[in-house]
C-alpha cells in the first residue's frame, strides 16, 4: 500500500470516530437501575428482591437500605426521589418505678421515648424498657410476717368462762370484724381434722377477729394484708399450716358458721 492508500485509511478510521462519537451523545443510550425495574421501581426498607443491573451489569438495590450499605443503583435518588436515612433518636431514661412487691423480692422497671423515629433505611430503635430486680420494704412489711393464729368458729361462739368470780370486772367488749382471705397453700397435716382440712387452695375463708383476740390496736395478729401472701397456723392441728391473701374486710360483723377465728 503506497503513502496516499495510508492517508485515505486514516481518514475513513478519523472519520468513523467522530460519527460513533456523536451517534453515542445524540441518541439515548439504554438506561439501567431503578427505572428499569418493575412496578414498584423502588422499596421501602431492606429488600433482597429489590435488585436491578447497573450499567456495569452489576447488582445494585433500589431499597431504602442500599443507602446504607452503598450499593444504590446509579439513578437511585433521581427516580427514587428519597432524601438520606435517619437514625433512631430517643430520649432520656425515666425514673425507676416502686417496686412490684412491697415486701420481698420484686421487679422495677423505667421506660424512654422515641424523639425520632427511624426513616428511609435509619438504624432502628434501641430498647425503650428497662427492668432489673428489687426488694421491698414497705412499712406495712412488719405486719405481712406475722403468722395468723387460727381456731374454728366453734371453738370461742358464745364462750362464757366458767372461773370468772361474779365481782372481777367483764372485760370491755369491742365489735368483731371478718376478714376474708383466698387460701394459696395448705400444709398435709391438715387432713387430720375436719375442720382443717376444709382449709384447701383458692378457697375463700372467713376469719373472725372477736374481742379477745383483738390487741391494743383492736386487729388481731395476722389478719393479713390485700394482695400480699401472709401466713396463718391451725392452733388446734399440729403441723397445719399455710399461706393466703387478704380480699376484702368487714367491721362489725360475723362469719358464718364452718368459719375460722383469729386467737
Known amino acids: 500500500m503506497g ?81 438520606a436515612a435517619i437514625d433512631c433518636v430517643v430520649g432520656s431514661w425515666g425514673p425507676w418505678s416502686s417496686c412490684t412487691a412491697p415486701c420481698g423480692v ?43 393464729k387460727i381456731l374454728p368458729d366453734s371453738f370461742k361462739r358464745n364462750f362464757k368462762d366458767p372461773w370468772r368470780r361474779p365481782h372481777m370486772l367483764m372485760k370491755e367488749e369491742k365489735a368483731s370484724y371478718c376478714v376474708y382471705l383466698r387460701v394459696k397453700q395448705a400444709s398435709a ?18 376469719a373472725e377477729c372477736q374481742s379477745d383476740a383483738m390487741s391494743k390496736s383492736n386487729r388481731c395478729g395476722g389478719d393479713g394484708l390485700e394482695s400480699t401472701r401472709t401466713f396463718w397456723a391451725a392452733a388446734s392441728v399440729p403441723g397445719c399450716h399455710g399461706s393466703w391473701v387478704r380480699e376484702s374486710s368487714s367491721e362489725g360483723c360475723r362469719c358464718p358458721p364452718y368459719s375460722v377465728l383469729f386467737v
Open 3 to 83: 503513502a496516499h492508500g495510508w492517508r485515505s485509511a486514516r481518514l475513513v478510521f478519523v472519520v468513523c470516530g467522530y460519527l460513533a462519537f456523536f451517534f453515542g451523545e445524540l441518541v439515548p443510550r439504554a438506561e439501567a437501575g431503578c427505572r428499569e425495574r418493575e412496578s414498584p421501581n423502588c422499596c421501602t426498607g431492606r429488600n433482597n428482591e429489590c435488585f436491578e443491573y447497573s450499567k456495569r451489569k452489576t447488582v445494585c438495590y433500589c431499597d431504602t437500605y442500599c443507602q446504607k450499605t452503598g450499593d444504590c443503583c446509579e439513578d437511585y435518588q433521581r427516580v427514587c426521589q428519597i432524601s
Open 106 to 148: 420484686g421487679s422495677t422497671e423505667r421506660s424512654r421515648l422515641v424523639s425520632v423515629p427511624p426513616r428511609n433505611g435509619g438504624t432502628p430503635c434501641p430498647d425503650l424498657k428497662q427492668r432489673r430486680g428489687c426488694f421491698g420494704n414497705n412499712a406495712i412489711c412488719s405486719t405481712a410476717k406475722e403468722v395468723a
Open 189 to 206: 397435716a391438715c387432713k387430720l381434722k375436719l375442720w382443717s382440712a376444709q382449709l384447701v387452695r383458692e378457697r375463700l375463708v372467713c
